[in-house]
């Protein structure tokens, strides 16, 4: 069974064919060679360019954070292309790019849906296959909010309630917290109250503290 069989919607939103390809490094900065070094006794692996990346993002040298965060998605890890999504969909020390962000963020959902997939049949357990799914869970959660807020794709909240509907799947809390607005609403599914307090729930279930919503415990909502 597929990671997204368990969906509510038959088949994701249509896709080019074939897998997206990886972006390409960003040429190096002059910033790069002005930065302020990482300290000889950091413990910032000085070889992982997905950590110096973090460093750097931390310390707000956001245009050489950026130029690291392209190096680690080039090379195909997840957060590397999440992080480098959301620099180019804001801007992040490089020229905003919405477009390539949103395609960033379904490369980096599709890689680590491989390293899942290929980990779920194997010996991926605890740590890191918690890591995978938060990996996954970041991108999709991005890539729903990109279309329910049109951040360099059209607007879909058909579109955008499939991504939500796998976030909180996957258990993120915004995502569930969202989806259950969506059902609620009506926006991108049939309005269906109980399905808002079921996701409204799992919510609340994991710490979400939201106000008035003491009517989604109600018996009649109970699955």
């Known amino acids: 069974m ?3 069989s368990h969906t ?4 994701p939103p249509s896709q080019p064919d074939g897998s997206l390809s990886l972006p390409s490094p960003l040429p190096p900065p002059a910033s790069l060679y002005a930065a302020p070094p990482i300290p000889a006794d950091s413990t910032v692996d ?9 460093y750097y993002h931390e310390a707000n040298v ?19 292309l999440f992080m480098y999504a959301m620099s180019m969909r804001h801007g992040w020390g490089c020229q905003k790019n919405e477009q390539e962000a949103v395609r960033l963020l379904q490369k980096a959902a599709e890689t680590a849906v491989m390293d899942l997939n290929m980990g779920l049949g194997s010996s991926m357990k605890g740590t890191l296959k918690k890591i995978a ?11 729903a909010m990109s279309f329910k807020q049109g951040w360099g794709v059209q607007k879909s909240k058909t579109t955008a309630t499939y991504y939500m509907t796998i976030a909180a799947q996957l258990g993120d809390v915004d995502a569930q917290q969202e989806l259950g607005e969506c059902y609620l609403r009506g926006e991108g599914v049939k309005r269906d109250k109980k399905m808002a307090a079921k996701w ?4 609340e279930k994991q710490g979400a503290h939201m106000v008035s919503m003491q009517w989604i415990w109600k018996p009649k909502y109970d699955p």
Do not use: K, M, Q, W
């Open 2 to 4: 597929g990671l997204f």
């Open 8 to 11: 509510n919607h038959a088949s």
């Open 46 to 54: 000085t070889t992982d360019p997905l950590a110096i990346a973090i």
């Open 62 to 80: 956001l245009e050489v954070a950026t130029y690291y965060f392209s190096i680690a998605a080039a090379r195909g890890h997840p957060v590397g």
């Open 133 to 143: 799914t938060t990996e996954l869970t970041l991108a999709i959660y991005e890539l």
């Open 200 to 203: 409204f729930r799992e919510a």
